[in-house]
Every structure is written in C-alpha cells, then in structure tokens.
C-alpha cells in the first residue's frame, strides 16, 4: 500500500512524487496555476490531481500525461 500526500503549486514536490512525473508537473504549473496537489496511486501508478481542474497520469506503459479532468 502506497498513500498519497498534497503539496501547494510553486512550491518542490515531496520526495515521494515519482521522477517521471515531475516535468509534467511543472508544465501544468506554468501554465500559472495555483491551488494543490494530491499525490495518489491506483493499481502501482502515480496520480497526480491540481485542484484547479488538472491531472498528470502515468499509463501502464510508462507514458506520463497531463489534461485536464475528465469526467
């Protein structure tokens, strides 16, 4: 079991944010932005969700992506 954690835009990722995800993040970001993030895992992938309506995903290939929610 991995559990999550949350951290403000702008602000370094926590050390439990996976490598691979990390420019993603930053993308959203400076897309100006602001609000938190959560930290999840679903089936050993990371998820991370701004609250300002954006994730940034890793796919079972390894592919990371960000979009906005999607309902």
């Known amino acids: 079991m991995q559990l999550g ?17 990390r420019p993603a993040i930053a993308e959203v970001e400076s897309r100006e ?23 940034v995903i890793q796919t079972p290939t390894g592919d990371v992506i960000a979009r906005p929610f999607q309902d």
């Open 33 to 55: 932005l602001t609000g938190h993030w959560t930290l999840t895992w679903l089936e050993g992938r990371a998820i991370a969700e701004l609250d300002a309506g954006w994730e």
């Open 5 to 21: 954690t949350r951290w403000a835009t702008g602000s370094e990722p926590p050390a439990s944010v996976p490598a691979a995800l």
